[in-house]
């Protein structure tokens, strides 16, 4: 059994497990509510919706869902499918599959990551990136590789790469790419940090030269002072650029960025951003201030005043902002975070505020539901069931269910491989099909689905 067809066996048995409650995808262990335990091994498996603003009907529109799978625990497999939904035709349709089979760090391990992309011409996967992440006796992270698939040569075409050495005074971090006119790999970013005292020098990579020469520095020191100097390869000197440090003031911790005043010789204040949290008031409000050049003072032009969850799992978020004309402060962006018992994000929503027609208007969208792959909200009461006959089949397949008659149907190969066409009627012909086990799902809405296996002799 090739990899491909034990992945696609795993999922669509684990989704016929999933996806409608069944008896064998029961709950366990309350501080981890979406793990989930099969034929003894356990699993985590989560779905994960967005969706996008739609302006002519001024609501959310449901367009994509990434569904992942990942052994508890040891991480040994994990597979993320993501899909887009189709308004049309009522149905999910693959964009991209990823694979990590083995994320076990050992000392020497090696590690293989890859991705596909569907190919809805030819309604197959087809090989699009693989990497390759190799750890040394330490088990500390040592090389990186990226391949791309050429359709071309059928082959895969390695196109960056990231080399770490590790010492006990400094970790030295390159990167490179291929150059596709040769094929050889150039230079793109170098970093040595060193670790005491703390100093991080960067390079670039001078094509004529064809060597490293260095850019800036970051120096670390105390008080917690980060500082970054701009290497100037005609005086040979470093020139300060910016820096920021923290500045306690009783319970507030304020972080300031300077810029270098080339012209003065000396640091110029920037920007500055501090939160302040009291334990009797429910709202913890962060501030952003701009330094003001004329009045030499700060102004603080944006804050975000943070609520604490209430009792139905909510926490809120107003962004106000102000200018230097207009001191009052307006709303710009609020958000809204639902979590459950366990403090699982099941919904984030974002809006902003539109100054031309007055009114908020969605920006971001993004929905969780742990444990199984469609809302938690379907109760095993309202499904009704459904069969398919004869099974094992030979000519047509036919689904027997009033009320999934008119419903878009796909009828999938354990390859993942979609056979068959969304259809809208109670049969489907299997004639042509090779001889296996297929899966069907029948798309109810578009948060609901529910599948079935069948047999082709």
């Known amino acids: ?152 040569k059928q082959k895969w075409h390695a196109n960056y790469k990231n080399d770490i050495e590790h010492t006990d005074s400094a970790t030295t971090n390159s990167s490179y790419f291929v150059d596709p006119l040769d094929d050889t790999w150039v230079g793109n970013r170098k970093s040595i940090s060193y670790h005491n005292p703390k100093v991080i020098d960067r390079y670039k990579w001078d094509k004529e030269n064809k060597e490293w020469y260095l850019s800036n520095r970051s120096d670390y020191s105390e008080p917690p002072y980060s500082t970054l100097y701009k290497w100037d390869r005609q005086a040979a000197r470093f020139i300060p650029f910016n820096r920021s440090y923290l500045d306690t003031i009783g319970a507030i911790v304020k972080r300031i960025t300077q810029v270098w005043d080339s012209k ?41 005043e943070k609520y604490q969850q209430d009792k139905d799992g909510i926490r809120k978020s107003i962004t106000s902002s102000r200018t230097l004309s207009d001191t009052t402060w307006k709303a710009v962006l609020q958000s809204f975070q639902t979590y459950d018992e366990a403090n699982q994000l099941l919904l984030s929503e974002v809006y902003s505020w539109s100054e031309n027609i007055m009114q908020w208007k969605g920006t971001n969208k993004y929905q969780n539901f742990w444990g199984q ?24 397949l036919y689904i027997s269910a009033e009320e999934l008659e008119g419903k878009p149907a796909q009828l999938w190969s354990l390859d993942g491989h979609l056979t068959v066409r969304p259809i809208r009627n109670q049969s489907i012909n299997v004639s042509n099909l090779k001889a296996g086990m297929y899966r069907i799902v029948v798309v109810l809405d578009k948060d609901r689905e529910w599948t079935i296996s069948c047999i082709k002799k």
Request: hydrophobic residues 35%.
């Open 373 to 396: 792959f469609v809302s938690t909200s379907t109760k095993a009461t309202d499904q009704p069931s459904f069969t398919v006959f004869p099974n094992p089949c030979t000519d047509y």
């Open 264 to 304: 003065q010789k000396d640091w110029v204040n920037n920007s500055a951003s501090y939160r302040v949290t009291s334990t009797s008031d429910p709202i913890s409000t962060a501030y952003i201030q701009a330094w003001d050049i004329q009045n030499n003072l700060w102004f603080t032009r944006r804050k975000t």
């Open 1 to 152: 059994m090739n990899y491909n067809y034990s992945i696609a066996l795993l999922l669509l048995t684990l989704s016929g497990v999933l996806m409608f409650h069944q008896a064998e995808a029961q709950r366990i262990e309350k501080d981890a509510p979406h793990v989930v335990e099969i034929a003894g091994a356990k699993w985590v498996i989560d779905s994960s919706y967005t969706y996008r603003w739609d302006r002519d009907n001024w609501n959310w529109e449901l367009a994509r869902r990434t569904v992942n799978v990942e052994r508890y625990n040891d991480g040994y497999l994990k597979t993320k499918i993501t899909s887009s939904w189709d308004p049309a035709s009522e149905i999910w349709t693959p964009v991209s599959r990823y694979h990590q089979p083995n994320a076990i760090v050992v000392p020497n391990a090696v590690i293989v990551d890859s991705s596909d992309i569907w190919d809805a011409v030819n309604e197959k996967w087809e090989k699009s990136e693989k990497s390759i992440t190799r750890f040394n006796q330490d088990a500390k992270y040592a090389h990186y590789t990226v391949f791309d698939w050429d359709k071309v």
